[in-house]
């Protein structure tokens, strides 16, 4: 099989010129993209990649900005055979280096910029300083014109993407490949400092994609479906460039942020585009419903008949603004529960068919086999009782391993239970009907603006800093971004009080997004001469917890190593 051909060639015959992409730039610029051109354009940037030597089973990342050749991209990867690996565009380079050398790809293709928030990504900068500071397997950068501002261009290496595809043929036969030919790696966060390379499947993963874009948006003829998220997450992969195609759907792309020039944006696109089905995130519906209802309410949505959400657990105000402000009570709302490893909606309603409940992902999709157990693997029957989530059965989309780490993939997913389940790593209960409730991450994994991290991920990119001896990391609930990072530091000589500390809390934050990227950026920052632990010299993290909460200590303190670091991480001292 070939999923390009799957997503693309396959409608030719009945919808040649139906719509596939609707893009919309930042600056407002529009373009439609038919069946047939995007077919054409995926053809000439695969026979591009073929020119520059690029065959199947080689890994190529892809570090762009929302626009309809991150797709292309994706998509002519695919059509050779090649392993994509996309990098999100809000990265830094020194986390674009590690996915690259993690991967040994041999070409990065990327853009001069991108537009967000009415100022432009950095893509090739930040692509060059990766590439100077390692990263010798990349033999080829292709580079999109899109802001077109002044960059350097590195000769032999860097080729612009207009002249790779110039004289290119627009039929390129798709190479033909084994149902589990690795379509794509994705990094993600997990418990450890390392993001790990999730392998997902060509067959098993499409399958996934299409039946959740069918079942869960219902996706009919003429509906236009609007999936926000950028494809530089599996949702972007799932519900933007591969689902969304297979089931020949016309999907909208917009390369910007969601404030810019205002609050109304989404809606405006939404307005001018016609969109049907629309899905975001809790915290994009938080974030603009602090604006008021003056924005969505300028804007006619009637053509909106299906909601989605994803990212996390979604509170009863953003619900309830949702379902009335944007849906007009009209619209059901589909909670959906799934992970960059399960690579396709596992727990959500089927509109129609499954009552919804605010701030349930109601019950598991047919195929899958959820349950809620007992630390000793049994299956928890009592009502509301919180337990380990776990996946009973294979499904065709999970994640085929860990890119070159079989073993911790193993030791990942499948620590307990004797291996029986596929553990989640979330806590959830089950509800007197057997509604799913999803209540939070089991692991060190934080969830900010619906984006996961590992505190273990920032605390080593705290500790690399020069003056910090050691850190750790907590999170705390967050209006907008569900939670926020509190970071407890530990300095080299002197703890740093006032002046000093204002200027270390703003460099170490800098800091953090350079190693990272902006949303790993802790939202607080503490110094103290010491880490509160026990006896036996573990971090008492429920115990920062606490701290970084403002809460009342309940904690019995008096067994610690350091009582007196309390108060200076309390700023009491
Ligand atoms: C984690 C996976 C899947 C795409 C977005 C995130 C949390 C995801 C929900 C939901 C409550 C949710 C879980 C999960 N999560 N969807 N509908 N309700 N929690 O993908 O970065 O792989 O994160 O996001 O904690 O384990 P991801």
Not at 227 to 244: K, L, N, S
Not at 246 to 263: F, H, L, N, S
Not at 340 to 354: K, Q
Not at 407 to 417: E, G, L, S
Request: glycine share 10%.
């Amino acid at each position: 099989m070939n999923v390009s051909w799957n997503c693309i060639d396959k409608h030719l015959e009945s919808s040649a010129d139906k719509t596939a992409i609707i893009f919309e730039g930042e600056q407002g610029d529009t373009r439609h993209i038919s069946y047939q051109q995007l077919h054409d354009d995926v053809c000439q940037f695969a026979n591009g990649l073929k020119a520059r030597g690029v065959s199947k089973g080689d890994r190529v990342i892809i570090y762009m900005p929302m626009t309809p050749e991150a797709v292309i991209a994706m998509q002519a990867c695919a059509r050779i055979g090649a392993i994509h690996s996309v990098v999100f565009g809000g990265f830094s380079a020194d986390s674009l280096r590690d996915r690259i050398e993690d991967a040994s790809a041999v070409m990065l293709i990327t853009a001069d910029g991108g537009h967000r928030g009415g100022k432009i990504v950095e893509l090739k900068s930040a692509a060059d300083k990766a590439l100077s500071s390692g990263c010798e397997s990349i033999k080829d950068v292709v580079v999109l014109k899109r802001s077109g501002h002044e960059i350097d261009m590195k000769d032999g290496r860097d080729h612009w993407w207009h002249d790779v595809i110039e004289g290119q043929a627009t039929s390129c036969e798709p190479e033909w490949v084994d149902s589990e030919h690795p379509l794509f790696l994705l990094y993600t966060s997990g418990s450890t400092g390392k993001p790990k390379g999730i392998q997902h499947s060509s067959a098993g993963y499409l399958l996934n994609a299409v039946v959740t874009n069918l079942w869960v948006f219902d996706l009919q003829d003429d509906d236009i479906f609007w999936c926000t998220a950028d494809v530089g997450w599996i949702t972007g992969h799932t519900y933007v460039a591969y689902g969304p195609l297979a089931a020949g759907t016309t999907t909208v792309i917009y390369e910007g942020g969601p404030v810019t020039p205002d609050a109304g944006r989404f809606w405006k696109i939404c307005e001018d585009h016609k969109v049907s089905v629309f899905y975001t995130a809790p915290t994009a519906i938080r974030a603009l419903m602090k604006f008021g209802d003056e924005f969505p309410n300028k804007y006619d949505l009637s053509s909106i008949r299906l909601l989605g959400t994803v990212g996390e657990p979604i509170n009863p105000e953003a619900w309830m603004w949702y379902h009335s402000v944007i849906g007009k009570e009209r619209c059901p709302i589909v909670d959906t529960w799934w992970q960059t490893e399960t690579g396709a909606n596992m727990i959500a309603p089927i509109p129609g068919v499954t009552a919804t409940k605010p701030g349930s992902c109601t019950r598991a999709l047919p195929g899958i086999e959820a349950d809620v157990v007992n630390e000793d693997g049994d299956s928890i029957t009592e009502a509301n009782k919180g337990g380990y989530l776990v996946i009973r059965k294979p499904w065709p989309s999970m994640l085929r391993t860990i890119w070159g780490d079989d073993q911790r993939y193993v030791d990942t997913y499948f620590p307990k239970f004797d291996g029986r389940f596929y553990l989640a790593g979330d806590s959830a209960r089950k509800d007197a009907d057997g509604y799913f409730w999803i209540m939070g991450r089991i692991d060190d994994v934080v969830n900010i603006s619906g984006h996961r991290l590992g505190t273990m991920e920032v605390e080593s990119a705290l500790v690399a800093h020069d003056r910090v001896v050691e850190a750790a990391v907590v999170s705390r609930p967050h209006e907008v971004k569900g939670e926020a990072i509190v970071a407890f530091v530990i300095c080299k000589g002197e703890r740093p009080v006032q002046d000093e500390a204002e200027s270390m809390v703003k460099e170490l934050r800098e800091w953090v997004g350079e190693q990272i990227g902006p949303i790993a950026k802790p939202d607080d920052i503490r110094f103290a001469d010491g880490l509160p632990k026990t006896r036996s010299g573990k971090i008492m993290r429920r115990l920062l917890r606490t701290i970084a909460r403002g809460e009342e200590i309940t904690q019995d303190t008096s067994t610690l190593e350091n009582e007196a670091v309390v108060l200076q991480l309390q700023g009491k001292e």
